[in-house]
C-alpha cells in the first residue's frame, strides 16, 4: 500500500478551506481532488486557481470517487457532514470543533465505535508548532500545582459567528491545555461578554483540577491586537510562549547569573495545516494511528459544553 494515492473531497472554500485546498493538491499522498460547496461563486474561484479541480455542490455526486473528506465547513454542518461520509465508508479529516455541540460528537464517537476500520482526524492544529516537541526540557515547570494562562485574541474578522468565540477559538487552547497539563480538570468558572454579535465574543475561564494547577484560558475576537501566549508559573521559575513571534522565554528561579534571568530561544515556523494533513493520509495508506482522536475532540467539547453553561449562569460548573 506504500505507493497508494488517496481521492479526495474537501467539503467547504471559506477562508481556511482556501489553505487546506492547496495543501491537499500539494501532497504527496493524493490523486484526483474533488470540492464542494454550495457557493457558485466560490466554486468558480477554486476552478480557477485548480483546472484539475472536479467541483459540485452536492455530495451525493462525488461520494463513491473518494477514499477520504475534509470537512471545513462552518462548524454547524460539521456533524451532518460527519454522520453523512462515516455512513458511507469514507475516512473524514474534520477541522475543529469536531461537532456544534458535545451531544452531538458523542453520537459520532457511537457511530465511530462500529467503523473502526475507518480514520477521523480532528484538526487542533495548533498541536504542531515544534515548540511543543522542544519542551521537554522544561517538563518539570509544568509539574505540581502550576498556574498556567492560554491567551488568544484577534481584531473581529466577522467569520465563524455561527458560533460562540468559545468554539471558535477557545477551543484551540482547551486542546492544549489537555495536552500539555495531562490532566481534565473538574471545575471551571467563566465570565464573557456578547459584544458584536449575538453569541459570546470574549470569554475568560478559570479551570481548576484536583491536583491543585489553575489554567485560565482567554478567547477574545474583539480585540486591539492579535494575541496567542501561554505563561506557566510554578515553584521552578516562570516559562512563556509567545505563539505569534516563535519565541521561548524561561525565568527559572535557580538561574544566578543576571546575564541568564530570562532564556530566550527562537523556534522555526511549520506549516501546521500540510503536516496534520500528512498524518490523516499516512494513517489511512499505512494504517498508523490517528494523531488526534474523536476522543480528543469530544474531551475538548464536553470543557466546553462546561464553559457555556458557567457563561450562562454566571456560576461555577463541575465537570464530571
Not at 48 to 55: A, D, K, M, R, S
Not at 172 to 196: F, N, Q, W
Not at 259 to 281: G, M, S
Request: proline residues 2%.
Amino acid at each position: 500500500m506504500g505507493g497508494r494515492k488517496l481521492n479526495v473531497v474537501q467539503i467547504g472554500y471559506g477562508h481556511l478551506g482556501r489553505w487546506h485546498l492547496q495543501k491537499i493538491f500539494n501532497s504527496e499522498f493524493t490523486n484526483n481532488v474533488f470540492l464542494v460547496d454550495q457557493s457558485v461563486d466560490a466554486l468558480k474561484k477554486a476552478k480557477v486557481e485548480y483546472p484539475n479541480l472536479e467541483i459540485s455542490s452536492d455530495i451525493s455526486t462525488v461520494v463513491d470517487k473518494v477514499d477520504a473528506a475534509i470537512i471545513v465547513s462552518p462548524t454547524s454542518t460539521h456533524f451532518d457532514f460527519l454522520n453523512y461520509f462515516l455512513s458511507h465508508d469514507k475516512h473524514v479529516f474534520c477541522e475543529k470543533p469536531l461537532t456544534e455541540t458535545y451531544q452531538q460528537s458523542i453520537d459520532i464517537e457511537k457511530l465511530y465505535e462500529k467503523k473502526k476500520n475507518l480514520v477521523v482526524q480532528v484538526g487542533h492544529s495548533e498541536r504542531f508548532h515544534k515548540i511543543w516537541q522542544d519542551l521537554s526540557r522544561w517538563h518539570d515547570f509544568f509539574a505540581g500545582a502550576v498556574t498556567a494562562r492560554l491567551e488568544r485574541a484577534a481584531e473581529f474578522k466577522g467569520r465563524a459567528t455561527d458560533v460562540d468565540c468559545v468554539q471558535d477559538l477557545m477551543i484551540h487552547d482547551i486542546d492544549l491545555m489537555l495536552y500539555l497539563l495531562k490532566e481534565i480538570p473538574c471545575a471551571v468558572r467563566s465570565t464573557g461578554y456578547k459584544i458584536r454579535t449575538t453569541k459570546w465574543d470574549y470569554a475568560c475561564s478559570d479551570f481548576y483540577f484536583k491536583s491543585g494547577k489553575k489554567c485560565t484560558v482567554i478567547a477574545s475576537r474583539n480585540h486591539v491586537e492579535e494575541v496567542r501566549k501561554l505563561d506557566v508559573t510554578g515553584r521552578l521559575g516562570h516559562l512563556q510562549v509567545d505563539l505569534l513571534r516563535r519565541k521561548l522565554f524561561v525565568a527559572s528561579g535557580s538561574e544566578t547569573s543576571p546575564e541568564k534571568f530570562v532564556e530566550t530561544i527562537e523556534y522555526e515556523a511549520r506549516d501546521h495545516l500540510a503536516i496534520e494533513q500528512d498524518h490523516f493520509y499516512k494513517s489511512i495508506i499505512f494504517g498508523e494511528p490517528s494523531i488526534i482522536t474523536t476522543n480528543d475532540g469530544t474531551r475538548a467539547l464536553k470543557l466546553i459544553d462546561a464553559v457555556i453553561k458557567s457563561l450562562e449562569s454566571g456560576k461555577e460548573t463541575e465537570i464530571y
